[in-house]
């Protein structure tokens, strides 16, 4: 059924560039006090000032009254695990230890695709209650993961990217698949799945420790063989997997030089973590245009180090903000933002609050190459946006009262903010999320 015309009026917020690369301060964005967005058939008709839009809208259009609450992107999640949504908040000491002890036994349930399919209605509907519209999600080695993974995406209409877990090593047999297979089954889900409505897929080797040559060889081939696919994986999260890696591939340059040899590093590869990397491995993502996913919950409640905004720009990585749960300890994209400006600062770096929500909208779409079909209002673009409400909580109330900038009030929505802010979500201009006032 088509779609008829809808207008939202609100404060509207989007982004056109970097605001750390941008000449002005007014450059990178788009802010309209009172602002209008108009959607047509799922798309982004128009988006700019209200007293000059309204008077283009044919009469009898409906129109959505968010005044006093901001119209933005919905927020993108550019890795995070849908399986370990049941083990949140699982304390180990460290990556490997809580892979052992609570990941792997929980990601093993995901051989039940009636338990998949729970999961994935649970997971899809707690990231539209946050804001996120779109995510790059790792299912399991199960190849039914993906497919009950991405049958509740396409039921809500959602725009989303996953893949099957490769990992044929160095796991527990339940949850190993075989170089052949591993290879097999993703291609089968690729031609099943990428491109079939708002779904894309992405060649998930799990990390470089748990997977052989001849995966990793596999996996290469196929991102060859099949360009627009995504890639994503984990590299350089913590010292004593670096270590690991080392041990295991003693002729590789560093880490991601491992992905590298085997042609992974290239558009649309997304790259989890990235804090033990060096000068020569952060020129090699600028230059292949391979992105870094920050994500600094799970980097923190891991232990697993702090990443470098700094020397990431200075090479040019494309970067995003990313939950990493069931490593993340929160699904919100606000509370991500919390973290990662704490991590900055502890870096020496800052990051200022509208750049945070670029990273976490046009940055992520960017990292994708998916600018134009989402991340921002550009005309055309997909209709995936959300509703934030800057008097959501007493102290967000009280703490937005008074007049604030803009950068004030972006603020204090990343520090105080979680799904409790998001009023509602929209995907493809049909709203999937609408919070209920308690
Ligand atoms: N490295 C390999 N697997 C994982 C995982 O599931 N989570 C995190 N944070 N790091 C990993
Ligand atoms: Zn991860």
Redesign the pocket.
Known sequence: MPNTLQAYRGSLLHFLADPAFSAGPNDSHVWHEDGLLIVADGKVQAAGDYATLHATLPPGTELHDYSGKLLMPGFIDTHV?YP?TDMIASPAEG?LPW?ETY?FPTERQFEDPSHAAGVADFFLDELLRCGTTTAMV?CTVHPQSVDAFFAASEQRGLRMVAGKVMMDRNCPDFLRDTAETGARDTEALIRRWHKRGRALYAITP??AP?STEAQLHLAGELARSYPDTYIQT?VS?NEA?CAWVRELFPNSRSYIDVYDSYGMLRPRAMY??CIWLNEQDRVRMAETQSAAAI?PT?NLF?GSGLFDFERADQAGVLLSLAT?V??GTSFSMLQTMNEAYKVARLKGSYLPALRMFYLATLGAARSMQLEGTIGNFAVGAEADFIVLDPQATPLLQRRTARGVSLEELLFALALLGDDRAVAATYSAGRQVHARVMT
């Open positions: 695990h370990q990556l892979l990941t790792y799990r990390f748990t984990h999260e997997e989890g973590h994500c799970s891991l990493d069931g490593g």
